[in-house]
């Protein structure tokens, strides 16, 4: 199943929502498997971005819709990269 990488910063709607709930990022990650996705791998991180997810989704439309669905809420800007491992590249690039 293709992976992405999901990068998250969170607006100040998203920032006083973790504050008073921190259970809510949790929440969040089931939000994403009732969206057809699946977050393999999550950190918190210091910069630009305030979350750094690994997600596994079937196709790009799913991610598509998990990055809008979270997004709309208001409270997160989200961008969603498609991942290519590194042996399948070395493959096409050899192939």
């Known amino acids: 199943m293709p992976i992405y990488l999901m990068l998250t ?3 100040g709607k998203g920032v ?3 504050k008073s ?3 809510r990022l949790r929440e969040v990650n089931r939000d ?3 969206l ?5 791998h999550q950190w918190a991180s210091l910069g630009a971005y305030d979350f750094v997810n ?3 989704a079937p196709d790009d439309l799913t991610i598509a819709r998990v990055s809008v669905a979270l997004g709309a809420r208001g409270s997160a800007k989200i ?3 498609p991942l290519v491992e590194v042996d399948a590249l070395l493959q096409s690039l050899e192939g």
């Open 9 to 11: 910063t969170l607006t």
């Open 16 to 18: 006083q929502t973790l």
């Open 21 to 23: 709930n921190p259970g």
């Open 32 to 34: 994403v498997e009732e």
């Open 36 to 40: 057809g996705a699946h977050v393999l």
């Open 54 to 56: 690994v997600v596994e």
């Open 79 to 81: 961008e969603s990269l």
